[in-house]
């Protein structure tokens, strides 16, 4: 406790003497919210940098890659049923360990440009504390064990959840060539808009879970589009792309369209999946959650964007609690 408080004082002392630069302000904003991932429970010293690869120690990424698996797996539910708690667990267990195996992929490629960033110049490839031979052994346990919990579910959803390898090995390359990273970002991340319903029903149903993909793609482009904007001056310099450098001064008219989009595709799937009020009622307060966070966040702020990254969890919830009441509200 009382090496903590130092630690603390010494910060803030930093703070005091450097200007407050948006990187400085960035970086404080994290030593504060993010510890070291041996501080929540008593890891060996090598396994710490290995849950830092893995962004184990900051589970808010394999909340927006788990919640449209919720979605689907809820939406392929029978009425008056609450969603199949297995599937959920599966997806859970699944969801954590392709998104530690993303965040693997992402820094061994992207460990030059992490150098060079003051918010990843501290992750364990680019520091040197895990080495690309190490990553690589990292990776393959990961998606053995990923495999493992895919191989739990019918043959159609197994081979549907492999072609999402595709874009979890390439994403990480489109920032190099195109403004739109974020867009590939959305088709990975909602992949379990499809795969849930799949794992249910034994298929796909096009007039519902497309429009549950087209809208949870809309949703990732709001957010991580936020996100990009805590490394907007570093990506400029290095010469990584991402919309937040595109889009600019007219970055919230574009994240309101993508809202915009998210509700219709969502209002799209409740009529083609025969939803009832409490469905519509609670899809108005996800758009009404999702609209306050874009009116309310400073793009310029760091803090406010990292914020607003978080707080998505919430909306993702709040759309997953309204299709769950409504089936349970369906035989009422």
Known sequence: MVTRRLLCSLINLGGVLKP???HNVLLSYYKSHCFNARS???LPSWLGPYVKLGRYDRPIGSWLLYL???????LAAPPGHLPSLEMLALFGVGAALMRGAGCTVNDLLDREFDKRVDRTKDRPLACGKVTPGQALLFLGLQLSASLFVLLQLNWYSVFLGSLSLILVFTYPLFKRFTYWPQLILG???????????SSVIGHVDPLI???LYIAGINWTLVYDTVY?????????????K???ILLDEKTKVYLSFFHLAMLLCLLVVGINADAGPVYYAGTCLTSAH?????????LRNPQSCLATFKASKTTGMIYFAAIVFDKLFAIV
């Open 20 to 22: 407050r630069t948006t």
């Open 40 to 42: 929540y429970v008593n």
């Open 290 to 298: 999702l609209g306050h966070l874009i009116y309310k966040t400073n």
């Open 209 to 211: 879970c497309i429009p």
């Open 187 to 197: 088709f990975a991340f909602n992949w379990g808009a499809l795969l849930g319903y």
């Open 242 to 244: 991402s919309l937040a």
């Open 68 to 74: 449209p698996c919720t979605w689907s797996i809820a």
């Open 228 to 240: 990009a904007f805590q490394d907007i001056e570093d990506d400029l310099l290095i010469g990584v």
